[in-house]
């Protein structure tokens, strides 16, 4: 994770920016990657999911989470 790291332009200049994208990372991580010694995700693994997520579910999570605060405004 270049994130981590100040050797590129890739690096969070942000607390808040990196954090966000940290959380992104272990959702990826834990859903969405296939690992090939468990043959599936950590997540089903673990019985937590029953399915391999996408990216596309990811994003609809994104959105549902923001659509009540675009309300407020």
Known sequence: ???FTRLALG??????????MVS???VWYNFVKMH???????????GVSDRLWSMGDIVDLIEAAEAPAMGDR
């Open 1 to 3: 994770m270049r994130r």
């Open 11 to 20: 690096f969070s200049k942000k607390f808040e920016n990196h954090c966000h």
């Open 36 to 46: 090939k010694t468990l043959k599936m995700t950590p997540a089903m693994a673990a």
């Open 24 to 26: 992104l990372y272990a």
